[in-house]
């Protein structure tokens, strides 16, 4: 079978090497044959040297310096094909899954981003945002797209149209890793494209228990905090800070969240862009619902 030179993957990894090299060889059965790129983030493993050694076909791509999430945007602007779908180094697709997103995107111009039904561990389980993503209360667009609307995804289970995904500046390299994908979420919203669930689109991810779920914790709390103060009214921006306060009296990982949000107030004031009334209405709709 010929490559689809429509979609290709970008896998970003630190210090996983047996991971991603696991993961990388399911990507290489995959029937699609996509391009790949992996991009290291400093690892101090040999991971890039295991990488070049196995599987010479992968691009591997030096970050330099640990870019979180944002190595992401490394890989993207090296590929060629019009759609992009990313990896973490414990996440793969499914056979065909590629395929399907990219006839999705090649039938549906307006959309810019297709989140798959991501199944986590060996015994499958959905991923909690993929449920509350099938449970989403946003309205239908006029035109009848794929899926369900979304104003939000798993990283390690999207694929994006490239250009609309390098227009909205792709991830924030501030945010590293733990809720990068709502600010982008918002970016995208606001430049007109639709984002949809669809969850005919299968990811696989088995997560390795690791130590640092509450440094992990505290950069969710971190970034949803800098998501509501860079985009949302100040109405909005309220709203968000007391709620995500509210938590941090309950939870020390929460509030060292909220603590290193405070510290990056000045980068705030200057980004600041705030969305347009639609956006935030589909915001406030979703807090309506719990979401």
Do not use: K
Request: proline share 5%.
């Amino acid at each position: 079978m010929s490559a689809d030179s429509r979609v290709g993957v970008v896998v970003a990894t630190r210090d996983r090497r047996c991971a991603v090299l696991s993961t990388l060889e399911r990507l290489s059965r995959l029937p699609e044959r996509p391009s790949i790129v992996l991009v290291d983030n400093a690892s101090r493993d040999g991971t890039a040297a295991a990488v070049r050694a196995r599987f010479p076909q992968v691009e591997v791509v030096a970050a330099g310096r640990n870019l979180g999430g944002g190595a992401r945007n490394l890989g993207a602007a090296r590929l060629r094909a019009p759609y992009v779908a990313f990896c973490d180094d414990d996440s793969w697709w499914a056979s065909g899954a590629l395929a399907r997103a990219a006839d999705l995107l090649d039938r549906h111009a307006r959309v810019a981003l297709i989140a798959a039904r991501v199944l986590v561990g060996t015994d499958r389980r959905l991923d909690p945002t993929c449920a509350a993503m099938a449970a989403s209360p946003l309205p239908e667009a006029r035109e009848r797209l794929p899926g369900l609307p979304v104003l939000g995804f798993l990283a390690c289970g999207a694929v994006v149209r490239r250009d609309a995904f390098l227009s909205a500046g792709g991830f924030e390299v501030r945010y590293l890793v733990g809720g990068e994908e709502r600010l982008l979420a918002l970016d995208l919203a606001t430049a007109g494209w639709e984002l949809r669930y669809v969850p005919g689109v299968v990811a696989r991810h088995e997560p390795a228990a690791g130590p640092d779920r509450r440094g992990r914790r505290a950069r969710e709390v971190r970034n949803d905090l800098w998501s509501a103060w860079l985009r949302r009214p100040p109405v909005g921006a309220a709203r968000a800070t007391l709620a995500l306060s509210r938590e941090a009296t309950r939870d020390r990982a929460a509030l060292a969240g909220l603590a290193g949000a405070v510290r990056g107030l000045p980068w705030v004031v200057r980004e600041r862009r705030v969305v347009p009334q639609r956006v935030e209405r589909l915001i406030r709709r979703l807090e309506a619902a719990g979401g």
